[in-house]
């Protein structure tokens, strides 16, 4: 076993990890080092959307905002306000500090960032640059860590933390191009893994992205709202969310049956008019809803029966569904496709007005629009909820912090785009405070921390365990599935053996063992949301959830000259 030893330790290299470890060495915390599985893996270099979004603070036009109003909407009552307060005080600086990385943020002749409205908000706090907007910022911010002279270890799998009642003393891993144990012993790990994105089958995380939630519930960290997930249309040939523009060009919705046949499924339950509009009304709610479940997410419904029918659905944009009239849309849609350019007379020349490199982006992975339909399903797009931390981050344990979307800094309703904001202002809070607060220091042993695997046949208990998740924890929830799978998962846990590096599956069996100490709890939130519906935020350890109330919005001092006095202080200024 090789041994290493930092003071801290980053694990991921998505937008989030390659933040934290660039904080780190800019406030001279050179002890520390970037480990992953592959820094080429993950989801901010690897997925998007239509025009992948960022909600800040307004930085244009006369609407008027503030730090306050954007914290509120944050909020809602399962999210904590000290949370929020953080990611609408930092937005700005966080942002512009990727666009002088070089992040293309659009902005006007004057030099305004404009803004468009997103998901569960009124404002136009919205902006993006294009499809790829999180890889984008992937690519910025590795390229300034590697500047600042970052350590960035590759082929690293973290599968154990070791802690003690102290906090954090070090984490183990698989390398998995030498195939041999590493230990390193830290003092601070910043959790930077992503969503459990393997907790599901369907879903529109990319295939190098499975997320490692287990490691901090194992270690002792709570669950912070882990019933809390957001559901979509996406395409699953490529994977990719169609919302926005896919929308709101107004495709066609096909279903095929296993003998080929063809049929606008939206038409048996929906009247043109209604199909129509609710197709348009997507691309600004394109999260399921519950809400909205006999409005826009009606649609999510639909498309999910057809699939669990056995039928295989698509977006035709080659021409327009049975019974097109433009004058059936609603005034908001005629204006929105009028002031786009976009009033052509099928999908895919509106969807070109709309958003040109929407259909390139598909191209350049094998998929023309232009002539074949693209394959749908309801898929699992992000957790809203994650690991319990305060206004710096850091779990419950002492030296783990959690960063993006491993962190639970959301409830049910998260604005589309806040969760890149988050990546960026939960990692630079986590940098700050281990390099001015904390005073850890390394001192952990390897001594018993190989973890047990389970037995069997990894591949297939994965895709058995997906499956039934999509099947009976999604959009749609039933209480007895999830029993059932509750168990079989306890099950597959008890049947367990050695890990053992001559074992070709070794790296299926630990994402496995994983997946599955994941699935338990978020399992477990989920019964109990569903038995004990109610306000609050619903924390879970293990198999125990309950309700606390969220941390209010803190009262703050605005007074300049105590806030300058006390900034001195604590940075050390005087």
Same mark, same amino acid.
């Given at each position: 076993?090789?041994?290493?030893?930092?003071?801290?330790?980053?694990?991921?290299?998505?937008?989030?990890?390659?933040?934290?470890?660039?904080?780190?060495?800019?406030?001279?915390?050179?002890?520390?080092?970037?480990?992953?599985?592959? /820094?080429?893996?993950?989801?901010?270099?690897?997925?998007?959307?239509?025009?992948?979004?960022?909600?800040?603070?307004?930085?244009?036009?006369?609407?008027?905002?503030?730090?306050?109003?954007?914290?509120?909407?944050?909020?809602?009552?399962?999210?904590?306000?000290?949370?929020?307060?953080?990611?609408?005080?930092?937005?700005?600086?966080?942002?512009?500090?990727?666009?002088?990385?070089?992040?293309?943020?659009?902005?006007?002749?004057?030099?305004?960032?404009?803004?468009?409205?997103?998901?569960?908000?009124?404002?136009?706090?919205?902006?993006?640059? !294009?499809?790829?907007?999180?890889?984008?910022?992937?690519?910025?911010?590795?390229?300034?860590?590697?500047?600042?002279?970052? !350590?960035?270890?590759?082929?690293?799998?973290?599968?154990?933390?070791?802690?003690?009642?102290?906090?954090?003393?070090?984490?183990?891993?698989?390398?998995?191009?030498?195939?041999?144990?590493?230990?390193?012993?830290?003092?601070?790990?910043?959790?930077?893994?992503?969503?459990?994105?393997?907790?599901?089958?369907?879903?529109?995380?990319?295939?190098?992205?499975?997320?490692?939630?287990?490691?901090?519930?194992?270690?002792?960290?709570? !669950?912070?709202?882990?019933?809390?997930?957001?559901?979509?249309?996406?395409?699953?040939?490529?994977?990719?969310?169609?919302?926005?523009?896919?929308?709101?060009?107004?495709?066609?919705?096909?279903?095929?049956?296993?003998?080929?046949?063809?049929?606008?499924?939206?038409?048996?339950?929906?009247?043109?008019?209604?199909?129509?509009?609710?197709?348009?009304?997507?691309?600004?709610?394109?999260?399921?809803?519950?809400?909205?479940?006999?409005?826009?997410?009606?649609?999510?419904?639909? /498309?999910?029966?057809?699939?669990?029918? !056995?039928?295989?659905?698509?977006?035709?944009?080659?021409?327009?569904?049975?019974?097109?009239?433009?004058?059936?849309?609603?005034?908001?849609?005629?204006?929105?496709? *009028?002031?786009?350019?976009?009033?052509?007379?099928?999908?895919?020349?509106?969807?070109?007005?709309?958003?040109?490199?929407?259909?390139?982006?598909?191209?350049?992975?094998?998929?023309?629009?232009?002539?074949?339909?693209?394959?749908?399903?309801?898929?699992?797009?992000?957790?809203?909820?994650?690991?319990? /931390?305060?206004?710096?981050?850091?779990?419950?344990?002492?030296?783990?912090?959690?960063?993006?979307?491993?962190?639970?800094?959301?409830?049910?309703?998260?604005?589309?785009?806040?969760?890149?904001?988050?990546?960026?202002?939960?990692?630079?809070?986590?940098?700050?405070?281990?390099?001015?607060?904390?005073?850890?220091?390394?001192?952990?042993?390897?001594?018993?921390?190989?973890?047990?695997?389970?037995?069997?046949?990894?591949?297939?208990?994965?895709?058995?365990?997906?499956? *039934?998740?999509?099947?009976?924890?999604? /959009?749609?929830?039933?209480?007895?599935?999830?029993?059932?799978?509750?168990?079989?998962?306890?099950?597959?846990?008890?049947?367990?053996?050695?890990?053992?590096?001559?074992?070709?599956?070794?790296?299926?069996?630990?994402?496995?063992?994983?997946?599955?100490?994941?699935?338990?709890?978020?399992?477990?939130?989920?019964?109990?949301?569903?038995?004990?519906?109610?306000?609050?935020?619903?924390?879970?350890?293990?198999?125990?959830?309950?309700?606390?109330?969220?941390?209010?919005?803190?009262?703050?001092?605005?007074?300049?000259?105590?806030?300058?006095?006390?900034?001195?202080?604590?940075?050390?200024?005087?």
């Amino acid at each position: 076993m090789r041994e290493m030893e930092f003071r801290t330790v980053v694990v991921g290299s998505g937008c989030a990890g390659f933040n934290a470890v660039d904080w780190l060495m800019m406030l001279g915390e050179e002890s520390c080092a970037l480990i992953t599985e592959d /820094v080429n893996a993950g989801t901010s270099r690897n997925t998007g959307s239509d025009k992948q979004t960022y909600f800040k603070l307004s930085l244009s036009g006369d609407e008027g905002d503030s730090v306050g109003a954007l914290a509120r909407t944050l909020m809602g009552d399962d999210v904590n306000g000290d949370t929020a307060l953080c990611e609408a005080a930092s937005s700005v600086p966080c942002f512009l500090r990727l666009a002088a990385l070089g992040v293309p943020f659009p902005t006007n002749a004057f030099g305004e960032y404009v803004g468009y409205r997103t998901d569960h908000d009124s404002r136009l706090r919205a902006s993006s640059a !294009g499809p790829l907007t999180s890889r984008f910022m992937t690519e910025a911010l590795e390229q300034s860590a590697r500047r600042h002279g970052a !350590g960035i270890l590759d082929h690293l799998l973290a599968c154990r933390i070791a802690a003690d009642e102290a906090g954090v003393t070090g984490v183990m891993c698989l390398d998995t191009k030498q195939n041999e144990w590493v230990f390193i012993r830290c003092a601070h790990i910043v959790l930077c893994t992503g969503g459990p994105a393997h907790l599901y089958g369907d879903r529109v995380y990319p295939e190098s992205q499975h997320g490692m939630t287990g490691l901090a519930l194992e270690a002792g960290a709570e !669950g912070a709202n882990l019933h809390c997930w957001q559901y979509g249309m996406a395409s699953v040939g490529f994977r990719w969310n169609v919302s926005g523009s896919f929308q709101q060009a107004i495709p066609r919705y096909v279903s095929v049956d296993r003998e080929g046949r063809e049929r606008e499924f939206l038409l048996d339950s929906l009247s043109v008019r209604d199909a129509l509009n609710l197709t348009f009304l997507k691309g600004y709610q394109w999260p399921y809803d519950e809400r909205k479940k006999n409005a826009s997410s009606r649609m999510d419904l639909l /498309v999910k029966a057809e699939c669990d029918r !056995g039928r295989r659905v698509y977006l035709d944009y080659r021409q327009n569904s049975a019974g097109w009239d433009a004058d059936l849309l609603s005034p908001e849609a005629r204006r929105y496709l *009028a002031q786009c350019g976009a009033e052509q007379g099928t999908p895919i020349r509106r969807l070109r007005a709309i958003n040109a490199p929407a259909i390139a982006l598909y191209r350049d992975h094998g998929i023309d629009l232009e002539r074949e339909m693209l394959e749908i399903r309801v898929c699992a797009q992000h957790h809203n909820g994650g690991l319990a /931390v305060d206004a710096d981050w850091q779990t419950g344990v002492p030296g783990m912090y959690a960063c993006g979307e491993a962190a639970g800094t959301f409830g049910r309703y998260r604005p589309g785009g806040s969760a890149l904001n988050s990546t960026q202002v939960g990692s630079m809070r986590a940098a700050q405070h281990i390099a001015r607060v904390s005073r850890r220091q390394p001192k952990g042993s390897a001594a018993g921390t190989l973890p047990a695997v389970p037995a069997g046949d990894a591949a297939a208990l994965t895709a058995f365990f997906q499956a *039934a998740m999509s099947r009976c924890a999604g /959009v749609d929830r039933d209480a007895d599935g999830m029993r059932r799978l509750l168990d079989q998962g306890r099950k597959a846990l008890e049947n367990t053996c050695p890990a053992d590096l001559a074992d070709p599956d070794l790296k299926e069996r630990l994402l496995l063992r994983d997946l599955l100490i994941t699935q338990q709890s978020v399992l477990s939130a989920m019964l109990y949301d569903l038995e004990q519906p109610g306000p609050g935020v619903l924390m879970t350890r293990g198999l125990a959830s309950r309700r606390q109330n969220a941390r209010p919005l803190p009262e703050r001092d605005l007074w300049f000259e105590r806030v300058w006095r006390a900034y001195r202080q604590t940075n050390g200024l005087e």
